[in-house]
């Protein structure tokens, strides 16, 4: 790793540059140097978040005033667990006032005031098992998930928008009337459906784009607020 010690020269900060090591692939390279040069990365390890994607929620959040003290949240493929802290000290689950479960296959380490469970939200019964956990319905879903990469632009973007999808199966059958979903989607023409389905489900459909998220990065968020009402359970 090149570059002086006090990070800056006439005033310009310098950039970390990485050299490509004999095992490590140009991509990853690539990837470490922007991540040491990522004023939001610094800014994580500084304030104490597992991950830059806190500022995104918090940007979010500043903007459309969608976490409350009190409310009771669903932070779905939560690990590490940015997301989740925020939304805990927004709702006041540290302090025992509102609710925060995160849901992973990942194991993910604590965090104050989240509860964390290990399980598949694809799961025909994980909404009755997250109703019950919460001893009634969540009034968020959040969903910073996004599909292992392809590199192929058009198969990346058919991958999030099916994840997507099961995420907003999973939210309209734990939401309360009112609540919202949240959820990371890739810029482009494959979302024609779930649009037109989340505007059935919910009031107010948004596409968002934070500061926080890169300049040369695709991804966009959805906000869904206002939720129509709970599905009628199925007869038995």
């Known amino acids: 790793m090149t570059g002086g010690s006090s990070g800056h020269e006439g005033g310009r900060a310098l950039k970390t540059r990485v050299k490509t090591a004999r095992k490590r692939s140009l991509a990853s390279t690539l990837w470490l140097e922007r991540q040491l040069n990522d004023p939001y990365v610094a800014q994580a390890r500084r304030e104490g978040y597992r991950s830059r994607a806190a500022y995104k929620l918090i940007e979010i959040d500043e903007k459309h005033h969608i976490l409350k003290p009190g409310q009771r949240i669903v932070d779905l493929g939560a690990t590490p667990g940015g997301w989740s802290q925020v939304a805990a000290a927004k709702v006041g689950a540290r302090d025992g006032k509102g609710r925060v479960i ?128 709970a599905r009628p359970a199925a007869a038995p």
């Not at 992973?104 to 009755?128: I, N, Q, S, Y």
């Not at 198969?155 to 999973?170: H, M, N, S, Y």
């Open 102 to 229: 995160a849901i992973d296959l990942l194991e993910m380490d604590a965090v104050e005031g989240v509860e964390f469970r290990k399980m598949d939200f694809h799961d025909p019964d994980a909404p009755e098992q997250l109703r019950t956990w919460l001893g009634g319905l969540a009034d968020g879903v959040l969903s910073d998930m996004a599909a292992n990469a392809t590199g192929h632009r058009k198969t990346d973007q058919l991958r999030i928008i099916g994840l997507v999808e099961l995420a907003a199966d999973f939210a309209c059958e734990v939401l309360a009337p009112g609540g919202y979903f949240l959820a990371k989607v890739l810029q482009g023409g494959a979302e024609g459906e779930l649009l037109a389905r989340l505007k059935r489900e919910f009031a107010v459909v948004r596409h968002l784009k934070p500061k926080a998220s890169r300049a040369d990065s695709s991804e966009m968020y959805l906000l869904a607020t206002g939720f129509r009402g």
